[in-house]
């Protein structure tokens, strides 16, 4: 082996730049999709306010089903695993549906008894 273990020891300068220049593209390609992260889970915070406001359960299994058809078509079309894709959007979903049921209990216990409680739904702070 003529290279280290961090992977940047001997190697050629030619290969060295092509590694950097597809890493920048990497980097981009996280930060993007970092943003439409951030961006979705924007989306599902109002949709978790709106579910609790209007005591709609946290899951849908219906939407989820379409979903997963959805995106599994749109994977195999980018030559995508669409057994990655789904699990992928499984995880993201099973994080949202952990917000939505945070913003329901807190809707829950600023209703019950209390007049105080917020009518937009917004979970009560917590200790946790
Ligand atoms: O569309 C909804 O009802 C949502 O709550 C959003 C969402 C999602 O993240 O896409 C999350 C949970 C549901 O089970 C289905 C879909």
């Known amino acids: 082996m003529t290279t280290s273990s961090t992977g940047t020891g001997d190697v050629d300068p030619a290969v060295r730049e092509e590694l950097a220049r597809l890493r920048d593209s990497i980097d981009n390609i996280d930060a993007a ?50 057994a990655f894709a789904e699990k992928f959007l499984n995880f993201i979903i099973a994080e949202v549906i952990r917000h939505h049921e945070h913003i329901a209990d807190g809707a829950t216990r600023s209703t019950a008894g209390n007049s105080a409680g917020s009518p937009t739904g917004t979970p009560a702070p917590t200790t946790d």
Do not use: W, Y
């Open 33 to 82: 999709v970092v943003h439409m992260l951030a961006e979705r889970f924007k989306c599902t915070q109002q949709v978790g306010r709106l579910k609790a406001e209007h005591r709609l359960p946290p899951a849908d299994p219906a939407r989820e089903a379409r979903q997963i058809t959805r995106l599994r078509t749109l994977a195999e079309n980018a030559k995508l695993d669409p």
